[in-house]
């Protein structure tokens, strides 16, 4: 496994490990409308300006993109590992490699937690300070967990 800093080059095959996993895992937690606004937050546009950034970077087990993760200045903005995958440790591989770019300028790590991860996190030593609403269509509500770990 070799978690490396994305290229332009990989921003098609990380959207589709975006778009795959929101679309298999969250029906499991959330209606239609949670999911629609993840996979449209998720856009080829978003993931571009986020591998601009620099603080995007992808796991690769053998030359395979399996998961991504990205940060901004101490804030977690997103740990994805494609569903077939999961449960291996690829996730907290990620997490790991993004505490440590994180710890060269922060004592603590945040991050907003959907439903799917807050046990991972959880066992990755985060604990939850508050919740978020974010309203969306059709009325519906799309609550998370505000998350901090010290590093």
Known sequence: MEYVTAAPVMAEEIHKVLQTTIQTVYPRYYPKEVVDFFCRLHSKTRILEGIASGNVGVLREDGVIV???CFDQ???TGVYVLPHYQGRGFGSHILKCLEAEIRA????????ASLPAVCLYERRGYHTVGHGVYGLENGVMLVYEMMEKKL
């Open 67 to 69: 998961g991504t993760g």
């Open 74 to 76: 101490n804030h977690i």
């Open 105 to 112: 300028d922060y004592e603590t790590s945040r991050l907003d």
